[in-house]
């Protein structure tokens, strides 16, 4: 039998640990179901910096953010031990993380129709200011992704 594929979009906010904490709350006693967690980050440009004295003094900029990138990593990965240790075992969850290609919600509407996820979980932000200019990741991720697939937005 096939598994049941979750898809939890993660970037380190207390909301996502709300996403985390329903999918344990829903998922973790079902056998049958697989969960990923995902990560799009903005990659580092790739400059030469040799011998330019204007673009060596990027070269530290340029290596904290690959740092960053790599802290980014490992905070999922701890998420990912998080979940496993609340009942998720090793083959029943995994991480993406990937540079970002286009925008955080086209990136999550696109995997989720390459890699045949059944579901989302979601988590939106508290009012803000912007959301009466703009949809909010999850509205776009709600209104992208194919009919089939079951969303779930945690609060």
Request: positive net charge; proline residues 4%.
């Amino acid at each position: 039998m096939d598994r049941k594929k979750v898809l939890i979009p993660y970037n380190f906010t207390a909301n996502d640990e709300k996403s985390l904490d329903f999918a344990v709350r829903r998922f973790a006693d079902d056998e049958n179901v697989e969960v990923t967690l995902f990560n799009a980050y903005t990659p580092v440009p790739e400059i030469d910096v040799r011998n330019n004295p204007v673009m060596e003094k990027m070269s530290f900029n340029l290596s904290w953010l690959r740092q960053k990138i790599n802290e980014q990593e490992n905070g999922l990965k701890q998420a990912l031990e998080s979940l496993a240790e609340r009942g998720f075992s090793g083959d029943r969850a995994k991480y993406l993380f990937r540079p970002l290609k286009k925008d955080v919600a086209r990136d999550i509407i696109d995997l989720t129709g390459n890699e045949n996820f059944d579901f989302v979980v979601l988590n939106r932000s508290p009012a803000r200011i912007t959301r009466f200019f703009t949809k909010s990741v999850s509205e776009k991720v709600a209104a992208g992704v194919r009919k089939d697939v079951g969303l779930f937005v945690v609060a």
